[in-house]
């Protein structure tokens, strides 16, 4: 099916220039700099025998002859001694001496070599197997036996070489000639048992430094065109490359004892039994099997049993539908009653919510690792529908676990994130979550990737579905070595996947292993797979199962009998049988069982909050004193800072002195109050350090110290907790996803996530939509993440004007037709509600909403619209008074001037939210309606503050009410606010709008045009007959 397109081209040697290149990046600077450049680059380089691909051996040579001249053949030290003497270019090269001792070492073939009298050829032989090994190592993973169909893989020859020592002349002149398209670099046949030196890049000559070439292919085509294609050629670090050849040349590496044979005989039996149980019990049900691909299980748990004999003790895994019961199984070893009876319909839920299909959910679990004896922890996160959105979220989560565990090298805490073929190439977000993979407030120092490479997508070819050979071509990006494997091979899958774990110990980096192998079934169990794909389907029936095959292989070793593999069969099916018998007494499906981040302590034991209150989110005077200081100071010493910003923090400082605060104090406020409470603070987003408009400035950089940072906020308290305040990459997909993973890992942090402005987090919609949103109607499971989203309208064009409050509002649960029965608003309707919508007019409140986030007894999300314009308003100002013990947060803030004093007088209440208040209040005045027109603040927008508002309502009879705001009509918050206003009076009056029209973009692109809309809407506001006709 995927025959490789460019084969060719694939296959050809690298040019001159791309091996200096290439090399140059792989050595190490010192201690070769000098000579290397002086005598290799510039005099050498000029020789008429150098080619691209010689020059690479000459270097090879060079190294050798530079740590020891007698090393090397007597020509090369002639060579290189005139060379590093300076002689021009084509007279380094004198004639040897006769060869004679450098070569002695060489066993059978020796007189082959030194019968050559040809200096010249023998130079150029060396070279050409010197290509030769490199084309094995760069390419030999396209020749490599990956597809277990044998029908789909970048091969060129369906006849697998036999590899023996005797090895068949004519295929190898194949293989070479497929390897190498131009040939043999020159070699023939001839030269097959000549002895050649092995460079240093090399480690199939295990303990000898030279072999016959027929051996050096042997062990070539052993290493790299078997069942396991190693692609890793491409990262620029010499260390890490020679790490990896290690593991694939070194001769006999891949050997099993007999005692590890069974284990994974064990683990297969297993997984595909568990497979069979199923389809046994509920043929007619989906549950994304995971046939064709059984060897799974023991790659994961081959991953785990290494990482946690490297120290590793708790793991976070993030996969999509495939195979998932069989990981959640077999894997994290969830009970399978508790699995079988989600196949049972008629079970009652116990816990409120959508709840979610079986293949979505998550789990924890925490159980002794039989293989090296030690506790470990298995964490699965629940995901949406939507592939490889889970990933950044695993990655956040990983990322605060390790945090809390002060794990600051991945040592402790690992991801693993599995993937489908088709996903990982096509989904954005696998590119997003890769580039944070090295990011320092981002890394989770190394991820292991498994992908299912069942070499379809639902329907879809990988044809059709990618313009990348393979599948995992994304991961070259962050240089991860990519190990390919024939996944019915399970010897080869547990190899690779005990590398894999090892290189993620060592390097502390990503890596792929891409389990190339097939889908016996069609997308799901329901689905016909020979409308698309007859032919590949006629080939799969004709597939024997992994497990039988191995289970074959086994017994013809002796390692197993028939008796002993059928009895370990009889086991693990009595052990499903009794599983099934016993969820049948199950009778209430609990979600909370499915967990995957527990909050111990935060909840009583049977997971309700400890209390339905929230106490006053006001703070002293000394602490909003002391935390003002420090804001408006350089807190160590001999640092300077930028002129503007000494200008900024003076003011902040007067600001203190005057008991008030702006917006970028107000933060600072409820941030650096909730660090002395122990409670982690993580603000993650774009240029949020400094603050996309320059108000925050949470990192002062010293003006003469490159890299010297200082960050305030740390230097509160004597036993603070720490603030992290990080500029995140461009991505919102990704970025949100992490922050909203990291938030999962404990109660006790306030994490939020900025967007740079706020319509650019419809580029991370599907985490809003399918995480943020349902997640605890879905998953049992709170959150308590804090979205800044800076909104309004500044006639600054339709970009970055609006934060879409609208969409946000439509995805609230509450009902806009019905008056809550509650007896206590303020916290009850919090808890009750999917998240909660704020819009503050004044820092005060900004400061009080932070806060309460925190001394809420349950998490919830919390979107906060955030100013722009009121970020630098004089009149966005708040007094201290505001903000101490016993103020709290207002969800209303209604009106406070005359028309609050003589209410029956009024006209008309204006119902608003956010900036548009101070435009208000000024035309107001202006017009000299301060009795007449009442201004009313909804501060909290959802949930809806029905009790607040029906006061207010209630307090103006003769009022008319109007919703007023500076978006258009069908934006904003009017379709919201309407019907819940309407239902708060019982819908005795209209509720008029006054505002602009319906429009398709957010905001006009032309200055003059938006400050005409804004005073229009303000003179409907204003105009007390504009309603008239229409009542
Ligand atoms: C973002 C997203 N787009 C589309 C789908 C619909 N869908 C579900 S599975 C699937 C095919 C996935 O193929 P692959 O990643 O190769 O996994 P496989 O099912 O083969 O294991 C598609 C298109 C989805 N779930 N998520
Ligand atoms: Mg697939």
Redesign the pocket.
């Known amino acids: 099916m995927l025959n490789l397109r460019t084969c060719a081209a694939k296959l050809r040697p690298l040019t001159a220039s791309q091996t200096v290149k290439t090399i140059s990046q792989h050595r190490p600077a010192a201690p070769r700099t000098f000579q290397q450049i002086r005598c290799y680059s510039a005099p050498v380089a000029a020789e008429p025998f150098l080619s691209g691909t010689s020059s690479n051996y000459v270097e090879e040579m060079y190294y050798a002859w530079l740590e020891n001249p007698k090393s090397v053949h007597k020509s090369w030290d002639i060579f290189f001694r005139n060379a590093n003497a300076g002689a021009a270019p084509g007279t380094a090269y004198q004639s040897p001496p006769p060869l004679s001792t450098t070569l002695s070492t060489l066993s059978q073939a020796q007189f082959l070599v030194q019968a050559q009298p040809n200096v010249d050829k023998l130079v150029e032989d060396h070279l050409a197997v010197q290509s030769l090994i490199r084309a094995y190592q760069v390419r030999g993973h396209h020749i490599a036996k990956l597809d277990p169909l044998g029908i789909s893989c970048v091969n060129f020859d369906d006849a697998p070489v036999t590899v023996s020592p005797n090895v068949d002349l004519a295929v190898f002149k194949e293989r070479l000639r497929v390897l190498t398209v131009g040939g043999f670099y020159g070699l023939d046949e001839s030269d097959l048992d000549k002895v050649f030196h092995l460079p240093t890049t090399t480690f199939i000559g295990g303990n000898e430094s030279a072999l016959p070439l027929r051996e050096i292919i042997r062990r070539l085509e052993m290493a790299y065109c078997q069942h396991i294609g190693v692609e890793f050629m491409f990262i620029n670090d010499l260390e890490q490359c020679q790490w990896i050849r290690q593991k694939f040349e070194t001769p006999g590496i891949m050997q099993f004892t007999n005692e590890e044979k069974r284990t994974l005989l064990a683990r297969l039996v297993r997984s595909t039994r568990f497979e069979e149980f199923l389809h046994r019990k509920w043929s007619s049900e989906k549950r994304?099997g995971l046939e064709g691909?059984e060897v799974l299980i023991p790659a994961l748990k081959t991953i785990i049993d290494k990482s946690s004999e490297k120290g590793v003790d708790y793991v976070i895994m993030g996969m999509?539908?495939?195979?998932r019961l069989n990981v959640l199984a077999n894997v994290i070893r969830k009970e399978l009653e508790q699995i079988f009876c989600q196949f049972d319909s008629k079970l009652e839920a116990a816990d409120e919510g959508s709840g979610d299909v079986k293949y979505h959910l998550g789990m924890y679990h925490r159980r002794i690792n039989r293989v090296t004896d030690r506790n470990i922890t298995l964490s699965l996160v629940a995901n949406?529908?939507?592939?490889?959105?889970a990933d950044p979220v695993v990655q956040g989560k990983t990322k605060a676990e390790q945090f809390y565990c002060g794990d600051t090298e991945g040592k402790k805490v690992m991801s693993i994130l599995l993937?489908?073929?088709?996903?990982?190439?096509?989904?954005g977000i696998v590119y997003e979550t890769f580039h944070l993979s090295d990011l320092p407030s981002y890394t989770t120092h190394g991820t292991v990737h498994v992908v299912?490479?069942?070499?379809?997508?639902?329907t879809?070819d990988p044809r059709m579905?990618r313009s990348s050979p393979y599948?995992t071509d994304v991961a070259r990006v962050v240089n991860a070595p990519i190990f390919h494997v024939n996944a019915d091979d399970p010897e080869a899958v547990v190899y690779v996947c005990n590398v894999a774990a090892e290189w993620r110990s060592t390097f502390h980096k990503d890596v792929v292993v891409d389990l190339v192998c097939y889908?016996r079934n069609g997308?799901n169990e329901m689905d016909e797979p020979m409308f698309t794909q007859p032919l590949m389907y006629k080939q799969i029936r004709k597939q024997k199962p992994v497990l039988q095959k191995y289970a074959e292989l086994l017994i013809s070793q002796g390692v197993v009998n028939q008796p002993e593999y059928e009895e370990e069969i009889a086991k693990y099916d009595k052990i499903c049988e009794e599983a099934h018998a016993r969820s049948k007494d199950e009778k209430i499906l609990h979600i909370k069982h499915w967990l995957d981040s527990p909050w111990p302590g935060f909840f009583t034991l049977d997971g309700q909050p400890r209390s339905m209150t929230c106490p006053s989110t006001g703070l002293n005077e000394e602490d909003l004193t002391h935390i003002g200081q420090v804001a408006s100071s350089v807190p160590v010493e001999d640092f300077t800072i930028h002129g503007g910003l000494s200008r900024i923090l003076k003011t902040r400082g007067e600001m203190v002195k005057n008991r008030t605060v702006d917006w970028a104090l107000a933060e600072y406020m409820a941030f650096g109050s909730l660090l002395k409470e122990g409670i982690h603070i993580r603000l993650s987003g774009q240029d949020v350090e400094r603050g996309t408009f320059s108000h925050r400035h949470h990192v002062l950089h010293d003006q003469n110290v490159d890299k010297r940072t200082c960050i305030p906020m740390n230097h509160l308290w004597p036993n603070q907790a720490p603030y992290t305040v990080c500029n995140s990459s461009l991505s919102e997909y990704g970025v949100l996803g992490f922050e909203l993973g990291f938030a999962m890992a404990s109660p006790n942090a306030l994490v939020l996530w900025e967007a740079q402005f706020g319509d650019f987090h419809n580029t991370a919609q599907?985490i809003i939509d399918q995480f943020i949103c349902p997640g605890q109607a879905k998953w049992v499971r709170q959150n308590g993440i804090v979205l800044l989203l800076p909104h309004g309208m500044e006639g600054m064009g339709p970009e970055h004007s609006s934060a879409r409050p609208e969409r946000f509002l439509q995805m609230c649960n509450d009902d806009p037709d019905v008056f809550p029965k509650l007896d206590d608003f303020d916290v009850r309707q919090l808890y009750d509600c999917n998240w909660i919508v704020v819009n503050c007019s004044t820092p005060a409140n900004f400061f009080h909403v932070l806060r309460r986030q925190i001394l809420l007894p349950f998490r919830k999300p919390l979107i906060i619209f955030t100013p722009k314009s009121l970020l630098r308003h004089p009149e966005a100002r708040s007094s201290f008074d505001d903000m101490l013990p016993g103020t709290h947060f207002l969800r209303v803030i209604p009106d406070g001037g005359p028309a609050a004093q003589s209410p029956e007088q009024v006209k008309r209440v204006l119902f608003c939210t956010g900036k548009v208040y101070y435009d208000l209040t000024r035309e107001r005045k202006a017009q000299q309606m301060e009795a007449d027109v009442a201004i009313t603040r909804v501060e909290q927008l959802s949930p809806f503050p029905f009790d607040l508002l029906q006061r207010e309502a209630q307090k103006y009879p003769a009022a008319e009410l109007v919703w007023c705001q500076e978006e258009h009509k069908n934006q904003g918050y009017y379709d919201y606010v309407k019907p819940r206003l309407r239902t708060t009076i019982n819908r005795a009056k209209p509720v008029w709008y006054a505002g602009r029209e319906p429009a398709a973009a957010p905001a006009t692109g032309n200055k003059k045009t938006h400050l005409t809309e804004l005073q229009r809407l303000l003179d409907t506001a204003f105009n007390l007959d504009a309603f008239k006709d229409l009542a």
């Open positions: 994304f691909c999509p539908h495939r195979g949406p529908s939507h592939l490889e959105a993937h489908g073929d088709a996903a990982f190439a096509g989904q299912v490479n069942n070499q379809i997508g639902f879809t579905a599948p889908r997308h599907c």
